[in-house]
């Protein structure tokens, strides 16, 4: 079975300034891969940035990085220089790749980031 | 980037009645899709996932009966509610795996089902 865990309901930020959103994970898969999406209040489910189990480097896509600490198991997003359309609900999941996963994605319950002017 | 588009994207609906929301591909084949449950300011809950050509695998206590998948082509999955309720309220999100990706969900623009 998976797990996500985000112990950060809501989250706030002053514009300009980097935040980083919690992930921890929990899964008996050797070969996995971890996700961040955001979801403003229109409701769309929007991929931010993918991290697998086996890359040896942090991903990062644009103001966007992962800090993947596998030992761990923490998968942290970090958001630089807030803007304040990053004002969103902001989900971590996971996908398992052992044989019946499917593809399917665990989510963790979310953090509500506001970004302050 | 992938394109998933969700039909409708709002509805509204008598108590008793079936309503059918539609989960597109635009520009990719997608064998797998994946049907989405959100409450108010709740996680993403795991309905099914649809197969493209075969039965759809439920998630423990999803009623088949009431949530009618049927994944007929590459691109096109519905999800039927029949005979829905006011409990049946909600938002619901289709999600489509796109083939050679790293796995990455894309996701259409939700459908906010609300029941008279």
């Known amino acids: 079975a998976q797990k996500i865990t985000q112990t950060q309901p809501g989250m706030f930020v002053q514009e300009k300034e980097a935040v980083t959103l919690d992930c921890t994970y929990d899964t008996s898969d050797p070969s996995y891969g971890l996700f961040w999406y955001k979801q403003p209040s229109s409701g769309e489910m929007i991929f931010l940035i993918y991290q697998g189990s086996y890359d040896q480097q942090n991903a990062t896509e644009g103001r966007y990085s992962l800090n993947f600490q596998k030992a761990r198991k923490s998968a942290n997003l970090v958001i630089s220089a807030s803007q304040l359309g990053d004002s969103a609900m902001y989900f971590c999941a996971m996908r398992g790749y052992s044989g019946g996963s499917n593809y399917k994605l665990t989510f963790g319950k979310g953090t509500l980031l506001t970004v302050n002017p | 980037g992938a394109v998933v588009s969700q039909h409708p994207s709002r509805v509204i609906c008598k108590s008793g009645t079936s309503v059918k929301i539609e989960c597109r591909s635009l520009?990719?084949?997608?064998?797998?899709m994946f049907w989405y449950r959100q409450f108010p300011k709740k996680s993403l809950m795991l309905m099914a996932t649809?197969?493209?050509?075969?039965?759809?695998?439920?998630e423990q206590g999803v009623e088949k009966d009431k949530f009618l998948i049927n994944h007929a082509s590459l691109t096109l999955s519905t999800l039927t509610v029949t005979s829905a309720h006011p409990e049946d309220s909600s938002f619901y999100i289709c999600?489509?795996?796109?083939?050679?990706?790293?796995?990455?969900?894309?996701f259409g623009e939700g459908s906010r089902l609300t029941v008279l």
């Open positions: 520009d990719f084949q997608a064998t797998t």
């Open positions: 649809s197969n493209e050509g075969s039965k759809a695998t439920y």
């Open positions: 999600s489509a795996h796109r083939t050679g990706g790293p796995g990455e969900l894309f």
